[in-house]
């Protein structure tokens, strides 16, 4: 057994922790920016120039010096939250949620102490710091992300992963980690205990080799030292006794080595995940959230408020973009369509008509056609489609009318897709799980690709969504929708 780490393991090690060194440190700059900017943003907009004090006791603070503790603090508690911990950064909403968590018990604590102590803190001071702060703060992360995303899409930034487990299950790590390397994992070598003659792992990411099939953890050790990983994902199937996978943990943790298990588990979000150590047995416990009761006022209040607000903001350029519909092509403006809602109730879908007046009656001489899965008709050339209805179809803004939908409670903003009711007919038992929830104007379909999904893509990412559910995750599809828009990707 090697008991010294090889040069290039070094080389490795330091190279990693190069880089995360490196973007942890543009984060506590950014978090220092923003929280700065908006302390003092508060003062100014609440005090202008004057040089108010906060009285403390007998003494009297300037609120400079207040604002300067609480910039203290706020970035403070950023940290140790864990807002910047690498296993958060570039995937999922655990980032985002705890930047808010840190921000909301900082507030709350203040507003605690200040009503313990009688201090009279200026409300409207921290009625500005608070949203500014964590709008500013979710946008910049935002921002990071979205660079960090970009190299690693380009092969920089990221882990080099070795995949221990069953043939079926390395092949299942393989595609998924490889299909999703803004996750930060690259998978470089699969190791199968217990599956002699394995040479490679076929995956839809590809070819894996196979660097070892021997359930001894001195061979498991000298392949991660040859295939110079910085991590191992141990999944089901790896023929490893418990204590054996213990001592192999020890081994790792002394290579500087992140070991990861990867249980069998799909399209499960991290807040459904529980583990309660018991007899000194880690049991995970998955939970599926059920849309009742406050989280369904929650979010049909979200929707009530949000899309009152866009249909005020909006409401004459709808006026002009039907006015143009009608005068592009005689007929109605708007569309209406039979599509399947919650628990299987039809309701009228409503849209600006994108098509000739007849469209419906040609699909059928188009069907054989199709560009799309092999569920929903789709065509990129679509002759039925008019000449502004193209253009509004590029940029969503036939969908806009679905907000009326919102408001008489047929759809929510986010949700699964609303599906025809042919389509319905065709579902398994599976599928139907998606008639659950509300359909959406947007949801994962729409921020994934849309019509360039496959069925079985478009069925998982809502069922997805049913089952994972969260007020985080609606906020997070909504803001990820306008860059589908603007990036036009799968919109014909």
């Given at each position: 057994?090697?008991?010294?780490?090889?040069?290039?393991?070094?080389?490795?090690?330091?190279?990693?922790?190069?880089?995360?060194?490196?973007?942890?440190?543009?984060?506590?700059?950014?978090?220092?920016?923003?929280?700065?900017?908006?302390?003092?943003?508060?003062?100014?907009?609440?005090?202008?120039?004057?040089?108010?004090?906060?009285?403390?006791?007998?003494?009297?603070?300037?609120?400079?010096?207040?604002?300067?503790?609480?910039?203290?603090?706020?970035?403070?508690?950023?940290?140790?939250?864990?807002?910047?911990?690498?296993?958060?950064?570039?995937?999922?909403?655990?980032?985002?949620?705890?930047?808010?968590?840190?921000?909301?018990?900082?507030?709350?604590?203040?507003?605690?102490?200040?009503?313990?102590?009688?201090?009279?803190?200026?409300?409207?001071?921290?009625?500005?710091?608070?949203?500014?702060?964590?709008?500013?703060?979710?946008?910049?992360?935002?921002?990071?992300?979205?660079?960090?995303?970009?190299?690693?899409?380009?092969?920089?930034?990221?882990?080099?992963?070795?995949?221990?487990?069953?043939?079926?299950?390395?092949?299942?790590?393989?595609?998924?980690?490889?299909?999703?390397?803004?996750?930060?994992?690259?998978?470089?070598?699969?190791?199968?205990?217990?599956y002699p003659g394995r040479s490679s792992v076929h995956s839809e990411a590809g070819s894996l080799p196979v660097v070892g099939t021997s359930s001894e953890p001195h061979d498991i050790l000298d392949a991660i030292e040859e295939s110079g990983v910085d991590t191992v994902a141990i999944s089901a199937g790896a023929a490893l006794e418990p204590t054996a996978l213990r001592q192999l943990g020890w081994q790792l943790s002394a290579r500087e080595v992140a070991m990861v298990m990867a249980p069998a588990l799909t399209d499960v979000a991290g807040p459904r995940i529980h583990t309660q150590p018991v007899a000194g047995l880690p049991l995970i416990h998955v939970t599926t959230p059920k849309l009742?009761?406050?989280?369904?006022?929650?979010?049909?209040?979200?929707?009530?408020?949000?899309?009152?607000?866009?249909?005020?903001?909006?409401?004459?350029?709808?006026?002009?973009?039907?006015?143009?519909?009608?005068?592009?092509?005689?007929?109605?403006?708007?569309?209406?369509?039979?599509?399947?809602?919650?628990?299987?109730?039809?309701?009228?879908?409503?849209?600006?008509?994108?098509?000739?007046?007849?469209?419906?009656?040609?699909?059928?001489?188009?069907?054989?056609?199709?560009?799309?899965?092999?569920?929903?008709?789709?065509?990129?050339?679509?002759?039925?489609?008019?000449?502004?209805?193209?253009?509004?179809?590029?940029?969503?803004?036939?969908?806009?009318?679905?907000?009326?939908?919102?408001?008489?409670?047929?759809?929510?903003?986010?949700?699964?897709?609303?599906?025809?009711?042919?389509?319905?007919?065709?579902?398994?038992?599976?599928?139907?799980?998606?008639?659950?929830?509300?359909?959406?104007?947007?949801?994962?379909?729409?921020?994934?690709?849309?019509?360039?999904?496959?069925?079985?893509?478009?069925?998982?990412?809502?069922?997805?969504?049913?089952?994972?559910?969260?007020?985080?995750?609606?906020?997070?599809?909504?803001?990820?929708?306008?860059?589908?828009?603007?990036?036009?990707?799968?919109?014909?």
């Open positions: 057994m090697k008991t010294a780490i090889q040069p290039h393991s070094a080389v490795r090690t330091q190279t990693l922790s190069n880089w995360l060194g490196s973007h942890r440190a543009k984060l506590v700059l950014v978090d220092l920016g923003c929280v700065t900017w908006a302390t003092t943003g508060a003062q100014v907009l609440r005090f202008g120039g004057t040089n108010q004090t906060l009285d403390v006791g007998n003494q009297q603070a300037p609120y400079a010096l207040v604002s300067l503790l609480l910039i203290l603090a706020w970035w403070l508690m950023l940290g140790l939250w864990g807002s910047r911990e690498p296993r958060v950064l570039g995937y999922g909403a655990e980032e985002y949620r705890r930047v808010i968590s840190a921000t909301l018990w900082l507030f709350g604590g203040i507003a605690i102490f200040s009503y313990v102590f009688q201090l009279e803190t200026a409300r409207g001071y921290v009625a500005i710091a608070l949203p500014i702060g964590i709008l500013s703060l979710l946008l910049a992360r935002w921002m990071m992300r979205a660079l960090l995303i970009s190299a690693r899409n380009l092969g920089r930034n990221l882990r080099r992963i070795l995949l221990i487990g069953g043939e079926h299950s390395v092949a299942h790590l393989h595609r998924q980690l490889g299909g999703h390397l803004e996750a930060g994992y690259l998978p470089v070598a699969a190791y199968l205990p217990g009742v009761g406050a989280k369904r006022l929650l979010k049909r209040g979200f929707d009530v408020v949000a899309t009152g607000c866009i249909l005020l903001v909006l409401a004459v350029p709808m006026l002009l973009v039907a006015g143009l519909v009608k005068l592009d092509d005689p007929g109605p403006a708007i569309f209406r369509q039979k599509r399947i809602g919650k628990a299987g109730a039809p309701f009228e879908m409503l849209k600006f008509r994108s098509m000739v007046v007849d469209a419906e009656a040609r699909l059928k001489a188009l069907q054989a056609q199709s560009e799309g899965n092999a569920v929903m008709f789709k065509m990129k050339n679509d002759p039925r489609i008019t000449r502004i209805g193209r253009f509004l179809r590029r940029y969503s803004i036939d969908e806009l009318p679905q907000l009326i939908n919102v408001l008489t409670g047929d759809m929510s903003l986010v949700g699964p897709r609303p599906p025809l009711p042919k389509e319905v007919e065709g579902y398994d038992d599976f599928a139907h799980r998606r008639l659950l929830v509300k359909p959406g104007i947007t949801g994962l379909w729409q921020v994934s690709g849309r019509s360039d999904l496959s069925w079985e893509d478009t069925v998982r990412l809502d069922l997805y969504y049913v089952e994972n559910w969260s007020m985080t995750q609606d906020l997070m599809i909504l803001m990820r929708t306008f860059r589908a828009v603007v990036g036009k990707s799968g919109a014909y």
